[in-house]
C-alpha cells in the first residue's frame, strides 16, 4: 500500500499539475493507478487524491460502494466500480448548498462541517483515456468537490470554522 501524507506535510498544500494523459499506456503507471485505488480501499476511504500519495498530479480515485449504491436487473444493491478521475473539473448546476461532516485521511481523528453544492457536473477522464461527463448529487457530489479541492492544495480544514476530535463527534 502507498504511504498516506497527512499534515502538515507541505506538498499538500500545493496546486497539483495536469497529469501527462500519455502516462496512461505506461504499465507501470497504471500498477501505480490499482495500487493508489487499494490504498484507497485499505484506508477505508471514500475518496484519495493523487497528492495524498505523494504526487502532485491531478488524479484521484472515488468509492463508488462508499457513495452510492445501485441495484442491479435482480433489484439487489450491488457495488459498481470505483472511478478514476483524471484532470477533473466540476461546476455547479443549482445553488442548492448542504453543510455536512467531513474528514480526511491526511488530517486523521479531526472532521469539520463544510459547505458544498449539493449538485455538481463533473468533466474527466478516467484510466482508460475516455472523457467522461456527469452528474453527481448528494454525498457523491460532496466526495468529488472534497477530492478535487486537494488537487488545488486545500483541505476541509480550510472551509470550515468548526473542527471537532475524533471523540467529541462520537458523543
Not at 70 to 91: A, G, Q, S, Y
Not at 118 to 130: M, Q
Request: charged share 30%; with cysteine.
Amino acid at each position: 500500500m502507498l504511504t498516506i501524507l497527512t499534515l502538515p506535510t507541505k506538498s499538500l498544500r500545493d496546486r497539483s499539475t495536469e497529469a501527462d494523459l500519455s502516462l496512461l499506456s505506461d504499465k507501470l503507471f497504471q500498477s501505480w493507478l490499482k495500487e493508489f485505488n487499494e490504498t484507497m480501499h485499505d484506508r477505508d476511504g471514500v475518496g484519495l487524491a493523487a497528492p495524498q500519495v505523494g504526487r502532485n498530479i491531478r488524479i484521484c480515485a472515488i468509492n463508488r460502494a462508499g457513495t452510492k449504491l445501485v441495484m442491479d436487473d435482480k433489484h439487489e444493491p450491488t457495488m459498481p466500480h470505483d472511478l478514476i478521475l483524471i484532470n477533473p473539473v466540476w461546476k455547479k448546476i443549482s445553488r442548492k448548498q448542504k453543510k455536512d461532516l467531513e474528514g480526511c485521511l491526511s488530517v486523521p481523528g479531526f472532521y469539520g462541517k463544510v459547505k458544498r453544492y449539493h449538485d455538481i457536473l463533473v468533466e474527466a477522464i478516467n484510466e482508460k483515456g475516455k472523457k467522461m461527463k456527469f452528474e453527481a448529487h448528494g454525498f457523491f457530489a460532496r466526495v468529488i468537490q472534497h477530492e478535487v479541492d486537494h488537487l488545488d492544495g486545500v483541505l476541509f480544514v480550510d472551509r470550515t470554522k468548526e473542527i471537532f476530535k475524533e471523540e467529541e463527534t462520537n458523543k
